[in-house]
């Protein structure tokens, strides 16, 4: 009380200012982390440049598109488990389609509403129904495979059109297709959460669904969104990834979900929302691509591929938690 | 040393001498703060065995501190603590149990899922992963504990199917099995029917037979002649007093509770008032209990909305904003009807709230300041949704500096502001909408002083500038000096509105205190 007549303007002073590197510490390390693999690799095996870096891309490319999808999800506070199942239905369809003598474009763009549509099933009971993500994606991660395995009785898709396998290019062609396609869809969402309100909305939901619903953000609607984007990525990466072999295996994506989980993660998201960069998530997939070949370069037996991914993962979400005590 | 800031008539009674080798408890002189909010400022208190000791007070002067000192869940600054007697080094809420201490919470802290007969033994048992479990001499344990306080409950019945009166026995019981001697009821009566707290009160008087100190936390002055034989008043963490009960008439009391230094407080300066902007008629919402609330606030105007925790404030504001739409009665806006069923159709009318939760709801703490600033009127700042980023520095840079916000740059995430930062940044939000309309829930709650007088400044501007503003607040002080009219809410309904001149803070603190027939008020 008597202290209210004495005003002390500088007991408002704020906080000083986190340094760029505190707030993107997690892109920054793992950046540095992926620069010392490829350091090691180029040193050891400067072969590994000359037969295998482009081809882990190729193989990463699909990944990095559902991990997009993934960084939203995330971003939002929800999860998306049934993305492998997804991943799945989607490729056996643009292989049923192609084989129906469509043309490709018409292919890929069923594909991807096709994913969409499947996404917007996840993001329809989560936002519409209020249910957690995690359950709702895990009973469809069952029903989307099973359905699969039910319609399909899990026959493989052969006999593929000439022009599906890359594109009807040739493989380094096709190969570089693939890559352009990824990195333009990259730059785009990179873009649009930093330029477009409707990134915004996303980070606004993420940290807080009540407060964005108070400042006239509708947070259902912005989850909703977000799921059947993610729905569109898996199947464009669905696309993407069947047209590299000659025929689609109706069993691809069993536990790709986990993969993609872990780029995310790796690549610097808070798992409980709000906090993400598309960035982060491009470098935690190309750290954990690279671990698979770079092992063979190093001649170390490739069942440590998994647990080497697990340490990495531990190691960033340690990081985390000792940088949070340190606060 | 023990400060006694204001110049109140001496207690009627001092710590009586009849009592003195009964002593239970003695507190002299505590002190507590938490950051800079010094929470209790040598606040004395003492308990013997076979009495009810109320302690009463204002939203926020200290009651819950105290009473989570004598659990041993803070730790005071200083000051002396006694337990039959015996200082008290150190205490943690499970020495606490041990020495006797039970607090029962308002809300019942009951595993809902287990049985009457588990809950008690989860209280009484010492723990030990491989014991083996004696079910009978649970269940007869919790048959008798269950006798001692009157309560015809099943031990094997779950806590689930029991109502709130029944749960509150079952904690009683337990505390009583623990060997408790002394009780802390903290507002055991607040959601009980009359007959429900004639219940209660019996099992009180029993206890108290058997020798039990209690203390008695309530905000219902009116049973406190029925139950209690003495009463302490806390008033901003200071202690008032402490009073035998009969001899002390509630009038005496409230007087006691509130009064204060007013000049203190950065008063509003009269602004031209220009017609009614929002009016609620027979407002009222089934899923929050608010009901038939009548209000209306003019343009230039502040209507203050005062009331204890619990009587319905802010779900009267989630009402007007349409966060729990209201289903009876009409809200006006500029003399139209208007349905304000979600928060975007309330922004777009020109309606804004800041809440309560400044950290929790009202900013987004990761986001810097400027996208913070602009959240509300993301959609004006973008075209085809690409946001205009000059557009929003400038409008943000044009807040920080009207509000003067400190912060280091436009870029600087919220949560790293201080408290009275973060609750401009959140004013400046959604003063940006341009509204018509301004509710502004606990506006200074956890400020600090300086940062205080500055958002009522910045609130009497904006009245000046014919903004309509309904505040919340749990300070009277702040109602009285901010307010051109008071609505008193109590029991969710609005109970009075007093105009500037007529309010004072007995009438005020009568009002909320649901005595609205002798404070006289119509409506």
Redesign the interface.
Known sequence: ?????H????????????SSFS?YGREISVAIAYVLLLACLAIRTPQFFRHQFFTTWVDAAPILLAAIGMTLVILARQIDISIGSMFAVCAVLSGLLAKAGLPMPCVALLTVLAGAALGAINGGLIAGLGLPSIVVTLATLVVFRQSLMWVRQGQFVNDLPHGFQWFGLSQRAGEWMLLAISGVVFTVFAWAMR????G??V??VG??P?????????PRRVVFAVFMLMGALVGLAALLNAVRSPDVDPKIGTGWELTVIAAVVVGGAAITG??ATLLGTFIGVALLATIAPALVFFNVPSQWEKAIQGLIILAAVATDGLRRRGN | MCPRLYHFPAPVVKSDCRYDDRVLLKLTCITKSFGGVQALKGVSFDLQAGEVHALIGENGTGKSTLVKVIAGAERPDSGSFELGGKPVVEINPAAARALGIAVIYQQPALFPDLTVAENIALRLETRGAWRTIGWKTRHQQAAELLARVGAAISPGAHVRELTMPQQQLVEIAAALGADAKILVLDEPTASLSEREVENLFRVIRALREQGVGMIYISHRLEELPRIADRVTVLRDGTYVGTYAMPAIARGEIIRLMVGRDLAAIFPKVAAALGNVVLEARNLGCRASGVRDVCLSVRAGEILGIAGLVGAGRTELARMLFGLTPADAGEILLKGRRVVMDSPARAAALGIAYVPEDRRGHGVILEMPVDANATLAILRQISRRGFINFSREREIAGAYVRRFDIKTPSLDTPVGNLSGGNQQKVALARWLATEPCAIILDEPTQGVDVGAKSEIHRLMSELAGHGLAIIMISSELPEVLGMSDRIAVMHDRRIVGVLSREQATQERVMELALGHAAEAGAAI
């Open positions: 009380m008597t202290a209210l007549a005003p002390n303007p500088s007991a408002a002073a704020p906080a000083p200012s986190r707030r330029w477009l309100s409707a915004r909305m980070y606004a940290s807080s009540e407060a964005a619903r108070l400042a006239g953000i509708r709000g906090r």
